[in-house]
């Protein structure tokens, strides 16, 4: 399950930075990752998984996108398709703001459908850190409200070297209906890495780990992504 932050989404960084000349930017990125996480939570069984997006924005602060990587759940699912749309801007030279939409689709099997479900997220920033809230009305198929509540920060060491840092806490309204591993209806997610840039290819590494006794251990991710535009 694909999490718009982190940069859930490039589209956001292109509308808060586009030229005022363009009316629109269209760009396309391919990702390759160590283990697909999704709030700490493997989603390919510890295995690497090979990512792309499709991302278009204008000088309005709109923008939309899709975004697909492969998944492997052990039931047959093996293909993860999210679509977005939404709008990001600036209340002040210094504070900003992104809201949206987003769709989360599963295919490979007969029922991987059973477990799409959308999301709305909110996100307010000061300078380069940020609190963001997801939420869902029907998580994962399941029927349950659930939300996702994260406070996110970019140490900047030079202009292609930063540190992303990210807390956040994952919490079903409806223990009946959704907990993990059994019994527990939220947990806490951690992830602290290290983005480094070098013309358009964008290589990540750091470490990650919940509260989690089984489904989240911590553990050291890798990233390489090269961006391109249309």
């Known amino acids: 399950m694909k999490n718009p932050s982190l940069l859930r989404y490039t589209a956001v960084a292109l509308c808060l930075t586009a030229s005022s000349q363009a009316y629109a930017d269209v760009s396309g990125t391919v990702t390759l990752v160590s283990d697909y996480l999704f709030n700490g939570v493997t989603q390919t069984d510890e295995k690497p ?76 920033g000061y300078q380069d850190t940020s609190v963001k809230v997801w939420y869902a009305d029907d998580y994962a198929g399941t029927d349950a409200k659930h939300y996702v509540i994260a406070l996110m920060h970019t140490l900047p060491i030079r202009d292609n070297l930063s540190i992303d840092f990210q807390i956040d806490r ?33 290589f990540g590494l750091g470490v990650e780990g919940t509260d989690l ?16 535009n249309f």
């Open 213 to 228: 006794d089984t489904y989240g251990e911590t553990r050291v991710i890798a990233t390489v992504s090269y961006t391109f």
């Open 49 to 124: 998984a090979l990512q792309g997006s499709l991302d278009w924005s204008n000088k309005y602060g709109v923008y939309a996108g899709v975004w697909g990587s492969n998944v492997d759940f052990n039931d047959g699912t093996d293909m993860e398709v999210d679509y977005y749309v939404g709008y990001a801007g600036n209340i002040s030279s210094a504070t900003w703001y992104d809201v949206g939409f987003v769709y989360y689709s599963y295919l490979g099997d007969d029922d991987s459908s059973d477990i799409n479900y959308s999301e709305i997220y909110f996100q307010l």
């Open 170 to 202: 994952s919490k079903s309204l409806n223990d009946d209906k959704f907990t993990w591993e059994g019994n527990d209806d939220s947990y806490f997610h951690w992830k602290a890495i290290g983005q480094y840039s070098w013309n358009d290819v964008n």
